[in-house]
């Protein structure tokens, strides 16, 4: 768990880390694998936009933050907020970070991979609406065998905007600390919890325990978004102004019958145009806001 060797010291601006082939170098490099990242309890966060969110909302997981030292004077705040936080900061010359990572733009941190359970996510999130919401989300994202890491990754994102409260990578999803979802995620990754290594049944079980109504996005849906939105408010079945858990299909294959068979209601977004569908992370986009503007 702790291969990559510790620095106690905050380094001055002319200490650098200067061996791209340093045991350190390659630790760090070795966790945009799954096995190395599975083995360490360890991830990879690349690129000053997610590094800056995951010091600043996360920094209770920063094992160590990396900068050069053209990064360290051009993004200072980084700098600043890991000093306040106590983390340990590390200069390193441009060779050295971009051997641990070809994306990190001058800037990485390694991050400890905490599990988070649902129930403790679901107790979690509403809390932050008031103490009257704790343990009963409005408005959950749930990806069933999503695989591609761009795609989960920017729904991550999307529903981070929406205002979501959890996300759940269900079933065969991709790895959440994929370097690639945690690049997608352009930080929301550490905005709100997101949930991987559960049951689409065991997700939807507990979702609808906690008061969530069920909507599956799928082309094939009996229900219109559209017409759901102009009846929003009116108590009908479905509801979109009633706390709901959507459930998003894999790329290729969407739901299949038996996952959608899981749900209250399969929903289609409608296509105006003579386009012959929407990727995932769009219509994931398109019904998630369509549930925030029908709950506020």
């Known amino acids: 768990m702790n291969d990559i060797p510790d620095a106690r010291t905050v380094p001055s601006p002319d200490v650098t880390l200067a061996n791209p082939r340093a045991d350190r170098v390659r630790h760090v490099r070795a966790l945009s694998g799954r096995s190395a990242r599975s083995r360490h309890g360890q991830y990879l966060v690349e690129g000053p936009q997610a590094v800056r969110e995951a010091v600043r909302h996360a920094a209770a997981s920063v094992r160590d933050v990396y900068l050069t030292p053209a990064a360290a004077q ?65 408005l959950v994202a749930v990806l069933a065998a999503v695989r591609d890491p761009g795609n989960a990754g920017t729904v991550i994102r999307a529903a981070d905007a929406a205002g979501a409260d959890v996300v759940v990578l269900a079933g065969a999803s991709v790895d959440v600390h994929n370097p690639k979802v945690v690049r997608s995620t352009a930080g929301s990754l550490f905005h709100l919890p997101v949930v ?60 299949p019958e038996e996952d959608r068979a899981l ?21 994931a986009t398109v019904c998630l806001y369509a549930s925030g503007r029908a709950q506020r």
């Open 74 to 138: 051009r993004y200072t705040e980084i700098v600043d907020d890991a000093r306040a936080a106590g983390l340990y900061l590390h200069l390193g010359t441009p060779e050295v970070l971009d051997a641990m990572s070809s994306d990190a733009q001058g800037v990485l941190a390694v991050l400890r991979a905490g599990a988070r359970t649902l129930a403790e996510a679901l107790a979690e999130a509403p809390a932050a609406r008031g103490p009257e919401r704790a343990g009963r989300p409005l």
């Open 196 to 255: 991987s290594g559960v049951g689409l049944d065991e997700a939807l079980a507990a979702l609808r325990s906690a008061g969530c109504q069920v909507l599956a996005a799928d082309g094939a849906g009996s229900h219109d978004l559209d017409d759901l939105l102009d009846a929003a408010g009116s108590g009908g079945v479905p509801d979109l102004a009633a706390p709901t858990a959507w459930v998003f299909g894999n790329e290729a294959w969407g739901l």
């Open 263 to 283: 749900a209250d209601a399969v929903v289609r977004v409608p296509i105006r145009g003579r386009a012959e569908s929407l990727n995932l992370a769009t219509a």
